[in-house]
């Protein structure tokens, strides 16, 4: 399994553009919005703006992208700009260009519309369409935006003056190296593009550069984004069980002889007066020696008839010990998490779950499913991890249920 971090901003001249920007990204794991208007507030990772804006005149094209990026820059922060054109060059490639990158404040941009898996490639600065030049094929004589030049600098030119150099993929890195844009000039980087990998190159040439450019594609270069910018996860389950039913345990001892299984037992002690970063250090080694670690809390005999000692010794009551463990596994989860992402987050036990959710910083959860039958499972929203996650009330399921969660991780988010 990967999964989306980064916060991008896309901005598209029709609906359906639109939609092709975003499903890429949404199927990596981000939470993708397309809006038809500056929302007041948004959640979504990647936010697609529409402006409908192709068929309209050059001036007035403009005017709307400027009036709905003002308002969407001072509730959206984006770590890329994306301004999503058509393949085949229909629009207002020059006009929407200058009026996004004055308006996110950028001297430089980067032209690449090359969408190889369809058919659609930029080969010395010519768009081509099957081999075909773009203002040669049936794009010539689209009645609302018909395209009359395959030139990408002479396309762009018709509506803006903006300074253009022609590159390679392979060049690009090297002219990001030795030339420095002034913050008062503007300069657009036309970059042919024959295959995926030649988007990939461009995209990490970016990734590595001081600044960050507007990019202009088409779909291709969203799905480039997504290959290149995702976080690599393990396809490991980390399993936080903090109820101490009987059904709980069952579940976990129906794992014991599972392969590649670590388990990381915490005593009352521990969640007292243990060392979380050497618990932390042993569940992160587990993930990435490609192990599934559990972590559970202590229910023997001596565990439980310890408590009421160790009560008794700190001067607090169950309920606030039972709190204290369950911060102390919150904690402790954001440190694993933070060291290695799992590929599934499993929490048993209200407590613990609400726990771990307040350590990474949630502010909300979004449900996306149901798993054996009463395992929730979904994401957090409002913080930054990217695994999936389940949660489950200590005295539901039966024995089979984590086995089956395990599986569901082992065959679902590991590819």
């Known amino acids: 399994m990967r999964s989306f971090t980064t916060n991008v901003l896309v901005l598209a001249d029709d609906f359906t553009g639109a939609n092709d920007a975003g499903v890429s990204l949404a199927e990596a794991g981000a939470t993708v919005e397309v809006v038809f208007a500056a929302p007041d507030a948004t959640d979504a990772q990647v936010l697609i703006v529409n402006s409908d804006s192709r068929a309209l005149a050059p001036d007035e094209a403009a005017r709307r992208i400027t009036s709905l990026l003002h308002r969407v820059l001072n509730t959206f922060h984006a770590d890329w700009n994306v301004k999503k054109i058509d393949s085949t060059l229909r629009g207002n490639i020059g006009a929407e260009i200058d009026a996004m990158m004055n308006a996110i404040g950028t001297s430089l941009a980067i032209l690449t519309p090359a969408y190889p898996a369809a058919g659609r490639i930029t080969r010395r600065g010519q768009c081509l369409v099957s081999g075909v030049p773009v203002a040669e094929t049936e794009f010539a004589t689209d009645p609302k935006t018909p395209v009359v030049t395959s030139d990408l600098t002479a396309l762009v030119h018709l509506q803006s003056e903006i300074t253009c150099t022609l590159l390679t993929a392979s060049d690009l890195t090297d002219w990001l190296a030795s030339h420095t844009v002034a913050a008062h000039s503007r300069h657009l980087l ?54 101490m039913s009987e059904i709980a345990q069952k579940q976990i001892a129906r794992l014991a002889d599972h392969p590649g299984m670590v388990r990381l037992v915490i005593t009352p002690q521990d969640a007292i007066r243990g060392d979380i970063h050497d618990v932390a250090r042993q569940a992160i080694a587990a993930l990435q020696n490609n192990h599934h670690c559990i972590i559970q809390t202590s229910v023997d005999a001596d565990s439980r008839e310890y408590v009421g000692v160790l009560c008794a010794d700190l001067n607090m009551t169950r309920a606030e010990l039972g709190a204290r463990i369950c911060t102390f596994l919150g904690t402790l989860t954001r440190e694993i998490t933070q060291g290695q992402v799992p590929g599934g987050l499993y929490l048993s036990g209200g407590d613990v779950a609400i726990a771990v959710a307040r350590a990474h910083g949630a502010t909300g959860f979004r449900i996306q499913g149901r798993l054996a039958g009463c395992v929730p499972w979904g994401q957090f929203t409002g913080c930054d991890l990217p695994c999936r996650v389940m949660t489950k009330a200590g005295g539901f399921g039966d024995e089979t249920t984590l086995l089956n969660i395990l599986h569901f991780i082992e065959e679902k988010l590991s590819d």
């Open 190 to 243: 036309v970059v042919d593009a024959e295959t995926d990998s030649d988007l990939d190159a461009i995209v990490r040439a970016v990734s590595g550069y001081r600044l960050r450019p507007l990019l202009i594609g088409s779909g291709g270069l969203c799905d480039a984004l997504v290959r290149n910018l995702r976080t690599p996860v393990t396809g490991n389950l980390l399993a936080v069980v903090g109820s």
